[in-house]
């Protein structure tokens, strides 16, 4: 804590802004569709930038034919997605994704970026003995600055 004190200033992250990337039909690969929001231009994003990293991201939804993926399937009675194997894969890529980006130099000082999943399961039908479960999967990306406030 000692470190974050700067003549009487203390530093902290806030959510600059964030984006969210949902399967739009659930078959699809979900997809980051946004413009440059207008909080990351200010803290000194370019257009450049950011549509590498939405490129990037992108390629990172896709859903990939592993045979661990593949394996998953077959084990899970031949429904496709059941097991939620390819959000778990994905989790992984893009945590990844967002190290390399945070180490890479691209982003203005200050800024970071951080990955979240929200996974909601929902029970659809009348009766105890017959539900359909329903996954809805949100891909979050938070865009943190760094500010500084007098203490």
């Known amino acids: 804590m000692e470190d974050d004190l700067v003549n009487n200033e203390h530093k902290y992250q806030y959510i ?20 440059l929001p ?17 490129n990037e991201a992108n390629e990172e939804l896709k859903y990939r034919w592993y045979p661990k993926n ?10 496709m997605f059941c097991c939620n194997q390819h959000n778990k894969d994905i989790s992984q890529r893009m945590e990844k994704l ?5 180490n890479s130099g691209n982003l203005p000082n200050g800024v970071s970026i951080r990955y ?11 009766s105890d003995t ?11 990306i938070f865009f943190m600055a760094t500010a500084t406030s007098n203490t």
């Open 70 to 79: 593949m394996l998953w399937l077959f084990l899970c009675c031949s429904k």
């Open 130 to 140: 017959v539900r359909v479960n329903n996954l809805d999967t949100w891909h979050n």
């Open 38 to 54: 207008d909080e990351l231009a200010n803290l000194g994003v370019t257009m450049d930038v950011w549509y590498l990293f939405i």
């Open 116 to 126: 979240d999943i929200q996974i909601k399961k929902f029970y659809i039908g009348g």
């Open 98 to 102: 967002c190290e390399k980006w945070n």
């Open 16 to 35: 600059a802004c964030e984006i969210h990337a949902n399967y739009t039909d659930k078959l699809s690969n979900p997809t980051y569709s946004h413009e």
